[in-house]
């Protein structure tokens, strides 16, 4: 399936406010899989994603990589996951992976090429690429139909 397109990031700043965008249209049940090079923001996108779920700001949002999954309350309980330093599926299912989707949260996964198939199949799928020093693009693609209403939302919020 090919990108539905992408936006362009010329700095952290701007890679916030890519999050908040996306983070403020997010609903219960939607999942945000994040790919990438080590550095290349997805951390910062996901903490856009906090402000945009009405995260307080006080609330330090990390990757989870040793711990494997963060949890943060707002309007929509964030569920952050990372799994590059996941060895094996069975971790995944260990640490109760499944149960961490439901209606009252979103799931955001860094790493999530590494087991797409622990994700559900309506996903949005962002992979972020180095363009330069500060400027990223996020390529999208939706699968699933909602996935296709937060690609276009996301894409209809940047110039």
């Known amino acids: 399936m090919p990108p539905a397109g992408y936006v362009a990031s010329t700095s952290p ?7 908040e965008a996306l983070g403020a249209v997010l609903a219960g049940g939607d999942v945000v899989a ?6 290349v923001g997805k951390t910062c996108f996901t903490q856009g994603i906090a402000r945009g779920l ?8 990390t990757s989870p990589t ?6 943060y309350p707002g309007r929509l309980v964030l569920r952050h996951a990372d799994f590059y330093r996941v060895e094996r599926y069975s971790r995944l299912e260990a640490a109760g992976f499944e149960d961490a989707l439901d209606e009252h949260g979103v799931l955001v996964v860094e790493w999530a090429e590494r087991y797409p198939d622990a994700l559900p199949a309506a996903r949005l799928e962002i992979e972020i690429k180095l363009e330069s020093d500060q400027a990223r693009r996020f390529y999208l693609n939706a699968r699933g139909s909602r996935a296709e209403d937060l690609a276009r939302s996301l894409l209809e919020s940047c110039p």
Not at 13 to 19: I, K, N, P, S
Not at 54 to 61: A, E, L, T
């Open 13 to 19: 700043d701007e890679t916030l406010r890519l999050g």
């Open 34 to 39: 994040l790919s990438g090079e080590l550095g």
């Open 54 to 61: 009405g995260i307080d700001p006080r609330v330090p949002v």
């Open 66 to 71: 040793f711990t494997l999954m963060g949890e």
